[in-house]
Structures are given as structure tokens and as C-alpha cells.
């Protein structure tokens, strides 16, 4: 089968393509012939070097978010059977329940070989049905950015009618919140340099647009559209902790998700307590999350937002398109 494989980080000349055995679906395993795979920013800040990479898995297979149909069956398993159409969990042993390290250990395309490549096989309790409604290129985008806001704001937040929430940037998390937020009927404040972007989160449902660009007190301008309050929830994922929690309303939390930028300057925490606000982790999610994502957005006709599809045999462009920033939702990779 052909596969990509990262040889070395810091370069994404170090991305190659190169034929490799086709893996077998072991006890309780299926086999399944990837169709699209999406990209996530931490894929392109792994490539760049960003974190690092045990030595001892490299070379290795990147990408966590995969789509495909199910191949072949290992014994003992009994939710699939060829044929099937799935997605694949960003967590291969985080099946159900709480948040635990040994859940975790394995993340697909961080501390264990991903999904780009023709052929893949995972533990039945990692993968996901999905309906005929979603195209692979639009399963293959729920993974991590879809269930890292579902996790957020209806595992945790458990979101209500006009709570307010505030998005950073129009990439994949943010556009997934965007429409979980709007579907349990919340209140939506997003920001992007460009204003052709925050139209076409308007469209979306937005409610407050603002252009951190020409509102560079961006966190002041939150106050103002909430009556002063501040926004109930926050997905931070653009490394402006200190700003958020200004932003933040008293009794609030700050869902701690990424970094794409540098920090502009460190937080202050001492008010925190007294504000009763809080700062949550989220790292993705559990195959049941996943699945939970996919049948809202199946019940309720939603379609995960794609910004651009590549061939297989263009993936380091796929990268260095997520790099620039340009897109809007989800970057996709067509595999076969």
C-alpha cells in the first residue's frame, strides 16, 4: 500500500511517500481502506517541529482524522463488518467514560503511527459508524476539531439557550463550535483578520463579528457586545490566554484548546478564584464523543465545513495551505 511517512521533523521535505505491507485486522480489529483523511494544526506544527517527537517513533505514519470503509474483520469483533462506512477515533484507547492518562497515551499521528495511508487498522472501539448522508472527505473532518468543541461545550459546558460564546479564528475547532453553538441555541462572539472570513461566519450563524486586525482590544469589544458581562465560554486555541480571561465573564471558563500564535502576554491568575471563573483543559476526545458529533450533525442535516480538498500525491501542499492560514473549516485529503 502507499503510505506518508515523517522521517524527521522541521521540514516538510521530510514528508514521503513510499509502499509499505498493508497492516492486518488482529483480534477485535478492522481493517479499513482510508477514503479521506483531514488535516488539524497540530499535524502542521509536528511536521514544523513545533513539539517533539519521541525519537523512537519515527519514521512514522502521521494525521489522526481518517474516513474510509471497513475491509476485513478481526475475530471477536461484532459492531462492524465489511462494507461499512467509518471514522476513526483521534484516541485509539478512549473508548467511553472519564478523561484518564492511560487513555490517552496513544494519540494517532503524535505517539503512535496516524492515518495516511491507503489501508489502516484500529480496535472496533475506536472506530465509528458513519451515515450514508456524509461524505468521506466530510466524516474524515469530525475527529479531532469537531469532537474538541463537543467535548467543550456539551460534555462540559453542557451549552444552553442564550449563553454566550466566544471563538477565536475560523479554523476547524472554531467553525465546529461555531455550529454546536448555534445548534443548542447559544449566542456566538467570533474573530478573524479578515472580514471575508467573519461574512462567512455570519452565514453561519454568528452573531457578533470582530476583526482582532482593526479591534486589536479585541477583548474589550466582547465586553462591550455582552452588556459589559463578558462571554460565559471561550474555546482558546490562539495562545491569548491573558486576554481571554479579560474577556471572560465572572463565573465563566476558558476551555484551554491550542496555541497557534505566540502568547501575548502571561496571565494573571489572582483573580480568577474570586471571579469563580474557570480554565479547562480539553485534549479532543472518546470514540462515544465522536459518535454523539456525528449523529447531532446527522439528525440535524449539518455538514462539517470543508475549505479545500488535495490529492493524495499533494499532501505537503495540504500543509503548507494550513500553515498559511487561509482556510476556512477543515483542510481534506482524498486518499483513494
Not at 45 to 59: D, M
Not at 171 to 196: N, Y
Not at 263 to 286: C, F, H, K
Not at 296 to 305: G, R
Amino acid at each position: 500500500m502507499k503510505a506518508y511517512k515523517l522521517h524527521e521533523p522541521k521540514s516538510l521535505a521530510n514528508f514521503k511517500l513510499g509502499d509499505f505491507d498493508e497492516p492486518t485486522a488482529r483480534d477485535y480489529e478492522v481493517k479499513i481502506q482510508v477514503k479521506a483523511v483531514s488535516l488539524n494544526y497540530r499535524d502542521w506544527a509536528l511536521a514544523n517541529g513545533w513539539f517533539g517527537y519521541p525519537g523512537e517513533v519515527l519514521p512514522m505514519i502521521p494525521f489522526s482524522d481518517a474516513a474510509g470503509v471497513v475491509t476485513a474483520v478481526g475475530a471477536g469483533v461484532t459492531k462492524f463488518q465489511p462494507g461499512d462506512r467509518v471514522a476513526v477515533n483521534f484516541f485509539p484507547d478512549w473508548a467511553d467514560g472519564d478523561f484518564t492518562a492511560a487513555k490517552v497515551h496513544r494519540s494517532l499521528g503524535g505517539s503512535t503511527d496516524g492515518v495516511l495511508a491507503e489501508y489502516v487498522a484500529f480496535p472496533e472501539s475506536a472506530v465509528v459508524k458513519v451515515p450514508d448522508a456524509f461524505s468521506f472527505e466530510e466524516a474524515a473532518a469530525f475527529p479531532c476539531a469537531g469532537v474538541t468543541a463537543w467535548h467543550a461545550l456539551v460534555e462540559q459546558a453542557q451549552l444552553r439557550p442564550g449563553d454566550t460564546v466566544l471563538l477565536q479564528g475560523t479554523g476547524g475547532v472554531s467553525i465546529f463550535g461555531l455550529q454546536i453553538a448555534k445548534l443548542f441555541g447559544a449566542q456566538v462572539v467570533i474573530t478573524s483578520s479578515s472580514d471575508e472570513k467573519l461574512a462567512q461566519a455570519k452565514a453561519l450563524g454568528a452573531d457578533h463579528l470582530i476583526n482582532y486586525k482593526t479591534t486589536p482590544n479585541w477583548e474589550d469589544k466582547v465586553r462591550e457586545l455582552t452588556q459589559g458581562e463578558g462571554a460565559l465560554y471561550i474555546l482558546e486555541v490562539a495562545g491569548q490566554l491573558a486576554r481571554s480571561l479579560r474577556a471572560l465573564k465572572a463565573g465563566g471558563t476558558v476551555f484551554q484548546i491550542g496555541q497557534v500564535s505566540p502568547s501575548d502576554e502571561a496571565p494573571n491568575l489572582r483573580m480568577v478564584p474570586l471571579l469563580t471563573q474557570r480554565l479547562q483543559g480539553i485534549y479532543v476526545g472518546s470514540t462515544q464523543m465522536l459518535a454523539d458529533l456525528i449523529k447531532a450533525f446527522d439528525t440535524n442535516q449539518l455538514k462539517p465545513v470543508i475549505s479545500e480538498v488535495f490529492d493524495f500525491a499533494k499532501v505537503p501542499d495540504a500543509l503548507a495551505h494550513m500553515g498559511s492560514g487561509a482556510h476556512f473549516g477543515k483542510i481534506v485529503v482524498r486518499v483513494s
